[in-house]
């Protein structure tokens, strides 16, 4: 009886504190729904968050737009572009579960949201790109980063890009956030000008990301940088920073996107790559010397190489065409020499290849679009030599070919004419030969093919060619007459057949020149009047 009565007590005992725990569940879901109703109101009742309505349904709140919950307490709330046009007030932190805040993209006036603090569980944060209407610009968060957001000591993300804080960033105390993984404060262009946090590197061994574009960083890259082991994503792009790119960046294992543009950096490009993971590198519009790490073409999962507009010197690694995720070249306005690497595209989905305004020699690569995804080839401005590949003119993405101020030959391949995709094609200043199409692309707007070797009629079908805009085709061995379906096409701007061998008289009748700012047909053979609707025409 003894063990009976026991047992009974301890049912009873469970059952109590089930109920308690009931109860106390049942009050704090009535108290957090009290909370976001307050919010609501305090914010003018956005009209994004009208289904916030009052509900006796316990936990009815979770499945409130922008409200996420876990064991029934919410823990975030994700107010991206609701309209907000206040601040975050202090009974916001009433929400004693809160992990995530998210309140980008909405009209949050004043300084940085002191009221926040007092969210001690903040993991992550993010108040990036509001739109303040009475400091400056995006954001407009008068003053400073204050110094207490150290306090956060939870926090794991922390976003704070584009809002246009005035004065400083507390470093050290961001610093001293030992568990924080995203750091977002790039363009906020108008901080204070300060050297790249060393303390960054020493003590945020957590971090994964770290994007801190335009914020008007100076000095040099710090050695220490190397420290970061854990870092994924880095983007230092477009900073007065000066020196080199250190070489303890290209140790960190796990990098996998790096950023450094229009930052003004120079010397080498570390030959060193124990960088594997890497699918972008963008060193691009810097003062770089000296040649492409040969280490970049042993990284597998590489799909963007970009170095443009740098002082780069030297040939093209040859392995860097046999890379098996590589989508997106682009090396133009350098000092490359030597051969393009005959594998490009062969082993990889390529999309665009820019390796234009080097000193390139030799012929282009025969399988640029061997797998069928290839946008764009952009190689103007070399020594190129041979001919067009015909493998171009079965690539139905094609966008643009511009091989412009080389040394090519030969006839160009009749697809590219008529891919219908193909929107300009550009060879001026080379040795091209053989007859214009008679048929191109209705997608076609720009044909450049002056200072070449084109010759017989322009083809009386030119008057089909409805979206073309420039036709240059001047300085080659065009002859017979200029057909008057020529005067049919409604959007041309520049027509030049300039230096050719044209003859007979201009059409009588200018049926659909309305836009052309540009027309030179002379060092010709023609003959006869002028149209008398020529004084018509836009650029008279």
């Not at 976001?36 to 914010?43: D, V």
């Not at 794991?156 to 050290?172: D, H, I, K, V, W």
């Not at 890259?221 to 070489?247: A, V």
């Amino acid at each position: 009886m003894e063990g009976v009565t026991s047992w009974a007590h301890s049912v009873y005992i469970l059952l109590f504190f089930s109920l308690f725990l009931h109860a106390q569940s049942q009050q704090l879901q009535s108290n957090e729904q009290t909370v976001l109703l307050r919010l609501k109101q305090y914010w003018n009742n956005p009209p994004l968050l009208d289904q916030w309505t009052a509900s006796s349904s316990p936990g009815s709140h979770c499945s409130w737009l922008g409200v996420n919950c876990t064991g029934g307490s919410v823990t975030e709330l994700v107010l991206s572009n609701m309209n907000i046009n206040d601040t975050a007030p202090s009974f916001l932190c009433d929400l004693g579960n809160l992990t995530k805040l998210d309140l980008s993209y909405n009209n949050i006036p004043g300084g940085f949201p002191k009221a926040l603090y007092n969210c001690s569980k903040l993991q992550y944060l993010d108040i990036s790109q509001n739109y303040f209407y009475f400091s400056v610009a995006a954001n407009n968060f008068s003053f400073d980063i204050p110094p207490a957001i150290g306090r956060l000591s939870q926090l794991r993300s922390l976003y704070l890009y584009q809002c246009q804080f005035n004065g400083t960033y507390p470093a050290e105390e961001i610093a001293n956030l030992s568990n924080l993984m995203e750091l977002a404060l790039a363009y906020n262009t108008k901080l204070i000008p300060s050297a790249f946090p060393v303390s960054f590197t020493t003590k945020l061994k957590k971090l994964t990301s770290l994007w801190m574009t335009d914020m008007n960083l100076m000095g040099q890259i710090p050695e220490s940088i190397g420290n970061l082991e854990s870092l994924h994503f880095l983007d230092l792009s477009r900073n007065p920073l000066t020196g080199k790119i250190p070489s303890s960046i290209f140790t960190l294992k796990n990098l996998s996107y790096i950023y450094i543009f229009g930052a003004n950096l120079s010397g080498e490009i570390p030959q060193k790559i124990e960088s594997l993971e890497l699918e972008t590198i963008d060193l691009s519009a810097n003062k770089l010397t000296g040649s492409i790490p040969e280490g970049f073409g042993e990284l597998k999962k590489l799909k963007s190489l970009v170095l443009m507009f740098n002082q780069l010197s030297g040939t093209i690694p040859e392995s860097s065409g046999r890379l098996p995720a590589l989508t997106n070249v682009r090396l133009f306005s350098n000092n490359l020499s030597g051969v393009l690497p005959p594998d490009f595209g062969l082993f990889s989905p390529l999309e665009g290849f820019e390796v234009n305004k080097n000193q390139l020699t030799g012929t282009l690569p025969e399988n640029l679009c061997f797998n069928g995804k290839l946008l764009g080839v952009v190689a103007s401005d070399n020594n190129l030599t041979g001919k067009l590949p015909e493998s171009l003119g079965n690539c139905s993405g094609l966008l643009i070919v511009s091989v412009s101020n080389n040394r090519l030959s030969g006839k160009v391949p009749r697809g590219i004419w008529t891919l219908f995709n193909m929107s300009i094609v550009q060879l001026e200043n080379n040795g091209f030969s053989g007859d214009l199409p008679d048929r191109i692309s209705p997608n076609l707007s720009r044909i450049e093919i002056s200072s070449n070797q084109f010759s017989g009629n322009i083809p009386e079908s030119i008057g089909s060619w409805k979206n073309l805009k420039v036709l240059d085709a001047s300085n080659n061995l065009l002859s017979g007459s200029i057909p008057g379906e020529i005067t049919d096409l409604p959007l041309l701007e520049t027509l030049l057949l300039d230096h050719n061998s044209l003859s007979g008289s201009l059409p009588e009748v200018i049926n659909s020149w309305e836009h052309l700012g540009m027309l030179n047909l002379s060092n010709n053979r023609l003959s006869g009047q002028i149209p008398g609707n020529m004084s018509l025409l836009p650029f008279t």
